[in-house]
């Protein structure tokens, strides 16, 4: 831990769950935000489900701005180790909105499109009827709930189908298939929109940045905002684009989601509307395909 932040007079930026895809996209784009002080703690330096920790993480740095990239991910492990995505996705959640609160440090954290059932035609507005159709989901959806409960100036960004160089993700599961098979199935009937962390990860500190600039009180708004890249595609079309893009010769079959069932059931259809997020902190999205090459780029 790094506290030498009261010397320099910087605003602090707390990043939890620094080692996480989100993370660890931060921590690469913070060398450009010299104006602030960034704090990283990882999952084995800040585990967030023991308030005790949190509260002392808290009291010591005094961050202006608190971002959760820590969670429980694991979609299908979840509907076995329902109270473990419940404990971090949701009572953590809770705690760490509650602490920000109390020590007047706003709040970002990340959800997900799983709060969603999937069934719609049109992309999910962040007024829209929420209904997950997993525990992943769920687990999410009660941390949006008690993080707006426990602290209303949190602000909350759904976003979907994450992907970056770090990690484990769709991307990087493509890559190395395509490497050892000459033939892979692919779901061809679940809609969504894939989001490159380092996309988010800017995303998310351009509106630190408009935070830290306005001077008015409020003029940042808080709730919930929908963030992803510009897209409305299958998994099987993203495969292909990945495929494309590194000139593989690997067939990809399109199948159903019937043909492949996984312990978690997914929503079909799991678009977000992003028009609330740009209009709020003018964002531009960034096109789906171009973040792909920029990602794909950063993995030999």
């Known amino acids: 831990m790094n506290s030498d932040h009261a010397h320099r007079g910087l605003p602090v930026v707390l990043v939890t769950g620094a080692n996480g895809q989100l993370g660890r996209e931060l921590q690469d784009l913070a060398p450009q935000h010299p104006q602030y002080q960034f704090i990283f703690l990882s999952r ?49 959640v809770g705690n760490l909105a509650a602490i920000c609160r109390e020590y007047g440090a706003r709040f ?8 969603f059932d999937g069934i719609a035609t049109e992309p999910y507005k962040e007024s829209d009827q929420t209904d997950p159709v997993n525990i992943y ?44 098979k000459d033939e892979l199935n692919v779901v061809n009937d679940q809609y969504g929109s894939p989001t490159y962390a380092a996309d988010l990860a800017d995303v998310i500190l351009q509106i630190v940045n408009k935070a830290y600039i306005s001077t008015l009180p409020g003029t940042i708004p808080a709730g919930i905002f929908h963030y992803s890249n510009d897209a409305a ?8 684009a990945i495929r494309d893009l590194i000139r593989s010769k690997c067939t990809i079959n399109p199948i159903s989601t019937a043909d492949f069932p996984t312990p978690a059931k997914r929503p079909g259809y799991a678009v977000l509307d992003k028009a609330s997020i740009q209009d709020a902190f003018g964002i531009e999205l960034k096109d789906w395909k171009q973040s792909l090459a920029s990602c794909l780029k950063l993995i030999d």
Not at 170 to 177: A, N, P, Q, W
């Open 137 to 180: 989901g769920a687990s999410k959806l009660e941390g949006e709930r008690v993080a707006m409960k426990n602290n209303p100036e949190s602000l909350i960004i759904r976003t979907s189908w994450v992907y970056s160089s770090y990690g484990k993700n769709f991307v990087k599961t493509m890559l190395r298939l395509m490497r050892e």
């Open 44 to 92: 084995d330096q800040l585990r967030i489900d023991q308030e005790a920790e949190v509260r002392s993480a808290v009291s010591l740095h005094h961050p202006g701005f608190c971002i959760n990239c820590a969670a429980y991910t694991a979609v299908d492990k979840a509907e076995s180790e329902k109270e473990e995505a419940f404990l971090i996705n949701a009572k953590a």
């Open 108 to 115: 970002i954290h990340i959800s997900t499109d799983y709060v």
């Open 233 to 240: 595609i299958t998994w099987f079309e993203f495969a292909i």
